[in-house]
């Protein structure tokens, strides 16, 4: 009962972002854990109650003592010289309470004190109650959740046939998260140099120079550009926090049926976020084990924390992005008899700012996929720490997406159609919950570069925006006629995604 309450209490707090459905591994997960709590205890202490009593707090540790100590000690203790390198210290330190419930559950199990049958029933009650309580609590909520409407028209049918299958190109789409553009990257962060689409360009990329953001939140603006259009909001979102209509939108994307109604394989990278990690792929490149509520309570807990040796969520982010990096050009090269749509988002050089120009960062760094406000204070330090922080990790990515797509055309088994994208710019002005106080543009400010097979850009307007970008491509190369969609930019707040407030073009 204890790691279950557990898991409701953490599913409470990002109810918001994730469907009933993600429970169910956290759960699994919570009650495997419990049960070989129980049975290690069982066996030292050869007495049930013993067992039940100890494991109740074994359990507390693992799942909440734990992640707060473990954190202390390995990003708040500025460790000495000889030891700051030693990446197990702080593994080992925070397991000191674990252990030593493990040894006092030994010596207990050999008194057998009366006291622990006398507790162990008006705990399980207490328990009980307390489980009780957090799924009425969430049955609740679920009753409050608004539903999933539609918030996007249906696509018209093409209106000429589809090419035929071994004609149509192989399409690469790679969404940097929070890649700003040129310009922003100029006037905020002091760059002289261009240090993607520099690269791009010598590679016969072209770059949209003004191209712009049409939302300011990640699962607003893919929702867009998946479902070729903007949504239409019903009044009764207005005023929520929920995301997951639009979660559900990009997990069953109007681009993604239609791609592969047209013929196309999916493929998709898991990205580590619930959103983006299932598109409806036909191929899954690395696939996570667990989804992200369960993910963030196994890497966090103590048992989680000996198992990965203290390398944490954050490894796992890493590892996450180089796979896209290593894996992208041997997936192109693989003749197929289908087309592919490719499909990965980079969360990066979007915060947590796990790597400098030259790759991860040797020292601990806390993950927190968190920005702007959340992030970065209003004073001047705050930002100009972020902003180094910031572009350090976008020269890493910068790099390593140029020196992937330079191996792109000459390993593609078919036409090649390359589109990189941000989905939104970085966030060192940004104040969630005030337009007025945000640095707008900052956040609005996006790198948009296109590769296509025949190098033919005349068509591809200078201000093209993410809502367009499939629209364009599919007018193109299959079929469709799509009319260009005006280009429009909302503001919205943390707490009110769906109260879109119009920006005007800059002047």
Not at 367 to 381: I, K, T
Not at 435 to 449: H, K, T, Y
Not at 457 to 473: E, M
Request: charged fraction near 15%; glycine fraction near 6%.
């Amino acid at each position: 009962m204890t790691g279950a309450l557990l898991v409701l209490m953490a599913y409470t707090q990002s109810f918001h972002f994730m469907p009933p459905s993600a429970l169910w591994q956290p759960l699994g997960l919570a009650l495997a854990v419990a049960l070989g709590f129980w049975c290690l205890l069982v066996a030292l202490t050869r007495s049930p109650a013993v067992a039940g009593v100890l494991s109740v707090l074994l359990l507390l540790f693992n799942h909440a003592l734990h992640p707060l100590l473990f954190g202390w000690l390995q990003y708040g203790v500025h460790w000495p010289a000889p030891l700051n390198d030693c990446r197990l210290l702080p593994v080992l330190l925070a397991s000191l309470p674990g252990v030593a419930l493990l040894v006092w559950s030994f010596r207990l199990g050999r008194r057998r004190p009366v006291w622990c049958n006398a507790l162990l029933r008006p705990l399980c009650l207490f328990l009980a109650a307390n489980l009780l309580f957090a799924a009425a609590r969430l049955a609740v909520l679920e009753w409050q959740r608004p539903r999933a409407d539609t918030l996007f028209a249906p696509l018209a049918a093409p209106s000429s046939p589809t090419p035929p299958s071994s004609s149509l190109p192989t399409i690469v789409h790679l969404v940097l998260d929070g890649f700003a553009s040129d310009e922003i990257l100029a006037t905020r962060y002091g760059t002289d140099t261009a240090p993607l689409s520099g690269p791009l360009k010598e590679l016969g990329f072209h770059i949209v120079p003004k191209a712009r953001s049409n939302y300011m939140q990640t699962a607003l603006s893919l929702s867009s550009t998946l479902n070729l259009d903007y949504a239409t909001i019903p009044p009764h979102l207005l005023d929520t926090y929920d995301r997951t209509p639009l979660l559900k939108h990009i997990q069953s994307s109007r681009a993604v049926e239609w791609l592969r109604a047209a013929g196309y394989e999916i493929v998709n990278f898991p990205s580590g976020y619930d959103f983006t990690d299932k598109i409806g792929a036909d191929i899954c490149i690395a696939p996570r084990i667990f989804n992200e509520l369960a993910a963030n309570q196994w890497e966090r807990s103590w048992i989680g924390t000996l198992a990965g040796g203290g390398r944490g969520e954050g490894a796992n982010h890493v590892r996450r992005i180089m796979t896209v990096f290593r894996e992208l050009p041997g997936l192109c090269a693989r003749p197929t008899a289908r087309p592919r749509y490719i499909f990965a988002h980079v969360v990066a050089p979007h915060p947590p700012f796990l790597f400098d120009e030259h790759g991860p960062r040797r020292e601990p760094v806390a993950f927190d996929l968190m920005d702007g406000s959340h992030r970065v204070g209003p004073d001047v330090a705050d930002q100009a720490a972020y902003r180094a922080a910031y572009l350090a990790q976008l020269r890493y990515i910068a790099s390593s997406t140029a020196t992937t797509v330079r191996q792109l055309p000459a390993t593609s088994s078919r036409p090649l159609v390359i589109l990189l994208q941000g989905d939104h710019g970085p966030g060192s002005g940004l104040r969630w919950e005030s337009r007025e106080a945000s640095d707008v543009e900052e956040r609005l400010g996006i790198l948009c570069a296109l590769r296509f097979p025949d190098g033919d850009y005349a068509a591809v307007p200078d201000d093209l925006s993410p809502v367009n970008l499939l629209r364009l491509v599919f007018n193109r190369y299959l079929g469709t006629s799509y009319p260009m969609l005006p280009n429009h930019s909302f503001f919205t707040r943390w707490r009110a995604p769906y109260r879109l407030e119009p920006i005007p073009p800059p002047r």
